[in-house]
């Protein structure tokens, strides 16, 4: 599982052989937040219920990482 980038408490990871859409899994404590990088929606979440405010942050660092994000998910899966 290798980590995309690892800021502020945030852990964002891409999973080889995942589905599409491209998206990364955002960890915090024991929550986890799955965001499509094309859209910056979030498409699931697990474990503890994330509060709003770790959403948008993780939003946003998705946003920041984006180029990282998608480069990573090519290497995995193309």
């Not at 502020?8 to 999973?15: A, E, I, L, Q, W």
């Amino acid at each position: 599982m290798p980590t995309v980038f690892n800021e502020d408490g945030y852990r964002g990871m891409v999973f080889p052989n995942d589905h599409q859409p491209v998206h990364v899994h955002v960890y915090k404590n024991e929550a986890s937040v799955k965001i499509d990088v094309k859209t910056l929606k979030v498409i699931g979440v697990e474990g503890r219920r994330p509060k709003p405010k770790e959403i948008k942050k993780a939003i946003k660092l998705t946003a920041k990482h984006k180029g990282k994000i998608e480069k990573k998910w090519q290497e995995l899966h193309d």
